[in-house]
């Protein structure tokens, strides 16, 4: 099949089963939202990167970039919970065979939601303090403790989580990797308001929760390197997803200052363009990275800054949104003059997480400048991590 | 997409290795000619570099804006004072585009094998490319060309003038040259005043892919600075040693370095895609303008900033790169100017 032909059908699935308005409720949105994923999966449309075994599609990452375009263009629901950017990486890596059979499948459908259960209260950036313990008994971890900032903890049906398997002194060599029932018994689950108003996150205790050992991914204390895992492959493809998406929201913000006559002024139209030259170099460097992986078998430095870029580019880009509303920046998402139901407001908002969330920008910077740049190691802090 | 083959690795890597060793860009800064002309000969005769980017049927070795990138990377690296940016950056890629058969026979032979040097004119006493004054009429120009890189020098005079792109030769009678004096002393600018000098008309159409393959030219040139800034702050900060830990462990001066690659990786991006686009070179050429400048001048400031008080002494090279940094923002339409292109090109 020729890459044009290919773009065409699945832009025609896309549309043709649009599964229409997102709705405002909850748990009919989770509904709504399972049925797309579960229809996109029977249909062969899950997974672009995926290896077929698993269901996905094994494309080419020429086929790869076109499916996120298109996936993007035709604004239909994207993945429930975090596992497929994170832990499916992680368990195609190292996890067993029966690990992968049972969990991969019904991830990428999704008919099981995962959710990362990393941070603590007293272990964000410095997460080699994490106390949540398992002991084990038997063939199983009796695991105690608590996690916080989980997204998606509330829809969760798998928690992939680190636990302290050593001595409380261990640090960063005492910890494992365990999937966790989010259902079991002893799991509790409270939503966790963010500065937007909305419960995105949550915090989860664990009480004497049974887990099987066999639900350990890598070896006991062995959890550490784990942590790294992202695939070269998930993150090229990452990474043009954001591209797509932000070419598609610059679009609509252009539009708007189109709208707003705002484009007259020449200090806006010099903002909008750079704008413009960052969202194409954010495609450049996935394509870059893409060829990278292509040639070398591995991503070369730029995707280990892309990151930073896009976070760095959605924080601005929303927060000029913001100012070219002009008095109606000030007006929450429920107020009926609200500007496009309020959506760059809560952008702006919802993107402070941006530089925080999956490890601070600040943090990021250090492990850029010490694994990419070889500077010297802050003796103050553990080797660099993620 | 790109990745580079094997072969341009190569190329890359024997460039690198020969600048290595002649990169002392003090010594020939003096000189009249701004430049070491031992060094242009070894380019040509021994690397035949400044055959890079032309067609095999004019002397050339026929790769393209990709392998020049390369080669410009590498000397922006060093800031070698070279006739090559001009000669084969910028006249040798505008005489390929023109689609001028005769211009091609003419000229490009004594480029790809180095007895040519050459220089393209394009901004005026208003400093832009544009509302050109410059005209010419029965094969004779007249007008006044200013920031002609290398322009002192250079053997062919191309010169975009108000009608299309004209050739004179350097020499040529009504032809006056002043040398200016420059912030960056690494690249020589010249004044260059035309009083009915005979010129050849070269090509048809206007000559904007030129002005869009020299911005291209000088972007990969600004990445090769740029990285130079940043391996050079990075090596400071392995080894000095403040309050008895190298300045490197310190989460300020970490940040700062790793700024500096994200912008030097974005403007790779940028630029490595432009040498690639085809038909989408407008566009890619005025992103990789306008973002490749800031990027460098961003990793020279803060190169100097990480120095320290060795950074700002005239014996250390940091402020080199500054003064090529902040001149080459000027050279081809400042990083607003191609801003505002691009928002022209894309609708905004």
Same mark, same amino acid.
């Given at each position: 099949m020729h890459d044009d032909?290919?773009?065409?059908?699945?832009?025609?699935?896309?549309?043709?089963?649009?599964?229409?308005?997102?709705?405002?409720?909850?748990?009919?949105?989770?509904?709504?939202?399972?049925?797309?994923?579960?229809?996109?999966?029977?249909?062969?449309?899950?997974?672009?990167?995926?290896?077929?075994?698993?269901?996905?599609?094994?494309?080419?990452?020429?086929?790869?970039?076109?499916?996120?375009?298109?996936?993007?263009?035709? &604004?239909?629901?994207?993945?429930? @919970?975090?596992?497929? @950017?994170?832990?499916?990486?992680?368990?195609?890596?190292?996890?067993?065979?029966?690990?992968?059979? &049972?969990?991969l499948r019904p991830m990428l459908r999704g008919d099981a939601v995962w959710a990362q259960g990393y941070s603590e209260p007293?272990? %964000?950036?410095?997460?080699?303090?994490?106390?949540?313990?398992?002991?084990?008994? @038997?063939?199983?971890?009796?695991?105690? %403790?608590?996690?916080?900032?989980?997204?998606?903890?509330?829809?969760a049906d798998v928690l992939f989580t680190l636990v302290r398997t050593g001595t409380p002194a261990s640090r960063?060599? @005492?910890?494992?990797?365990l999937l966790v029932d989010a259902h079991a018994p002893g799991v509790t689950v409270r939503p966790l308001r963010d500065l937007t108003g909305d419960a995105h996150f949550c915090e989860i205790f664990f009480t004497d929760v049974r887990v099987p050992v066999a639900d350990r991914v890598g070896e006991e204390n062995g959890g550490w390197p784990l942590v790294r895992t992202s695939l070269g492959h998930e993150r090229a493809a990452g990474a043009m997803n954001q591209a797509a998406r932000y070419r598609r929201v610059l679009d609509e913000l252009i539009e708007l200052a189109h709208e707003r006559g705002a484009t007259a002024d020449p200090l806006v139209r010099a903002r909008l363009a750079d704008f413009e030259m960052r969202v194409r170099i954010m495609r450049y460097t996935g394509m870059r990275t893409i060829a990278d992986i292509l040639a070398r078998g591995e991503p070369g430095p730029a995707s280990s800054t892309s990151r930073l870029f896009v976070v760095t580019f959605e924080q601005d880009l929303h927060e000029f949104a913001v100012d070219l509303l002009g008095p109606y920046g000030m007006l929450g998402r429920d107020d009926p003059h609200a500007v496009q139901r309020g959506r760059w407001v809560w952008g702006f908002l919802r993107t402070r997480a941006s530089t925080i969330g999956a490890g601070t920008a600040e943090i990021q910077r250090n492990t850029i400048a010490e694994q990419l740049l070889g500077l010297p190691r802050d003796p103050a802090m553990p080797p660099s991590s993620r | 997409?790109?990745?580079?083959?094997?072969?341009?690795?190569? #190329?890359?890597?024997?460039?690198?290795?020969? #600048?290595?060793?002649?990169?002392?860009?003090?010594?020939?800064?003096?000189?009249?000619?701004?430049?070491?002309?031992?060094?242009?000969?070894?380019?040509?005769?021994?690397?035949?570099?400044?055959?890079?980017?032309?067609?095999?049927?004019?002397? *050339?070795? *026929?790769?393209?804006?990709?392998?020049? *990138?390369?080669? #410009?990377?590498?000397?922006?690296?060093?800031? #070698?004072?070279?006739? =090559? =940016?001009?000669?084969?950056?910028?006249?040798?890629?505008?005489?390929?585009?023109s689609g001028d058969d005769a211009a091609k026979s003419r000229w490009l032979p004594g480029i790809a094998d180095g007895s040519l040097t050459a220089t393209l004119a394009v901004a005026e006493e208003s400093g832009r490319a544009t509302d050109l004054t410059t005209t010419a009429t029965g094969g004779t120009l007249s007008g006044t060309k200013m920031f002609v890189v290398d322009g002192h020098t250079a053997d062919l005079l191309l010169v975009v003038a108000r009608t299309g792109l004209f050739a004179v030769e350097g020499t040529a009678p009504g032809v006056t040259r002043t040398r200016l004096e420059t912030l960056d002393r690494t690249r020589r600018l010249a004044r260059i005043d035309f009083d009915g000098a005979p010129a050849v008309p070269i090509g048809e159409s206007p000559p904007r892919k030129a002005l869009d393959l020299a911005v291209v030219a000088l972007a990969a040139e600004q990445v090769g600075g740029a990285q130079a800034c940043l391996d050079m702050a990075v090596g400071h900060a392995k080894v000095r040693v403040q309050f008895d830990r190298p300045i490197g462990t310190f989460q300020a001066i970490k940040h700062k370095c790793a700024d500096m690659l994200l912008a030097i990786e974005a403007a790779r991006s940028a630029v490595y895609h432009a040498a690639s686009a085809g038909d989408e070179l407008p566009v890619a050429a005025s992103?990789?303008?306008?973002?490749?400048?800031?990027? =460098?001048?961003?990793?020279?400031?803060?190169?100097?900033?990480?120095?320290? *008080?060795?950074?700002?002494?005239?014996?250390?090279?940091?402020?080199?790169?500054?003064?090529?940094?902040k001149s080459s923002e000027q050279l081809f339409g400042a990083p607003a100017a191609h801003r505002a292109r691009l928002a022209d090109l894309v609708g905004i």
């Open positions: 032909d290919f773009r065409a059908r699945l832009r025609a699935f896309l549309v043709e089963h649009h599964p229409g308005r997102r709705p405002k409720d909850r748990t009919e949105r989770l509904a709504w939202q399972k049925a797309w994923l579960a229809k996109l999966f029977d249909a062969g449309y899950a997974g672009p990167s995926w290896p077929r075994e698993y269901g996905g599609m094994d494309l080419s990452f020429a086929r790869q970039v076109i499916y996120q375009e298109e996936y993007a263009k035709a &604004r239909v629901p994207g993945p429930l @919970g975090t596992g497929l @950017g994170i832990a499916a990486p992680t368990l195609v890596k190292y996890g067993t065979a029966e690990q992968k059979e &049972r969990y007293d272990a %964000g950036s410095d997460l080699p303090a994490l106390r949540t313990t398992a002991r084990r008994e @038997g063939d199983e971890y009796i695991v105690n %403790g608590q996690k916080v900032w989980t997204s998606s903890g509330d829809i960063q060599h @005492g910890i494992s990797y | 997409m790109i990745a580079f083959t094997e072969e341009q690795e190569d #190329l890359r890597a024997v460039v690198r290795r020969f #600048l290595a060793d002649r990169a002392d860009v003090r010594a020939r800064l003096d000189s009249g000619e701004g430049h070491d002309l031992a060094v242009w000969r070894q380019l040509a005769d021994q690397l035949g570099l400044p055959g890079i980017a032309v067609p095999e049927e004019y002397g *050339g070795s *026929g790769g393209g804006p990709v392998e020049l *990138g390369i080669v #410009l990377e590498e000397m922006g690296r060093v800031l #070698l004072p070279s006739p =090559f =940016f001009a000669t084969v950056a910028l006249v040798g890629q505008a005489l390929t585009a992103v990789a303008g306008a973002y490749c400048s800031v990027a =460098f001048t961003h990793a020279a400031k803060e190169n100097i900033q990480i120095h320290g *008080g060795v950074g700002y002494t005239w014996e250390h090279d940091a402020h080199r790169y500054l003064k090529r940094a």
